[in-house]
């Protein structure tokens, strides 16, 4: 294809939303972020939205979605330590009860669904 019909073709994805963002993949571990952990969040009665806020203001947390079942969000929070997380988990659980993995490696990326 010519470079004007690429640039159109995807110009088109991007205005009826199949293309929603262009990013970078950045190593958390070349910019000190050594750990990586998995926190089960379940805000206590009422704090739901002040939970989310706080998610959304501590920059560690860098992936969360809101879940069903018992939790109501499962983030990803990268570390530098681990009184790194106690520092960040003091911040939430005022508000929540948390549960925390810590990760070991990660077996597959998020990826594109089938294209079909």
Do not use: W
Request: hydrophobic letters at 40%; a neutral charge; glycine letters at 6%.
């Amino acid at each position: 294809m010519s470079a004007p019909s690429v640039a159109d073709r995807l110009r088109r994805l991007e205005e009826s939303g199949v293309i929603r963002t262009y990013t970078l993949d950045v190593d958390p571990v070349a910019l000190g972020y050594t750990l990586e952990a998995i926190v089960r969040i379940r805000p206590l009665p009422g704090q739901l939205r002040h939970v989310e806020g706080l998610i959304q203001e501590i920059p560690e947390f860098v992936e969360c979605d809101k879940v069903t079942g018992d939790d109501c969000f499962i983030a990803r929070v990268v570390l530098r330590s681990i009184s790194h997380l106690d520092g960040i988990l003091e911040r939430v659980t005022e508000f929540a009860e948390t549960n925390t993995a810590i990760g070991k490696a990660h077996t597959g990326r998020r990826r594109l669904p089938p294209l079909r």
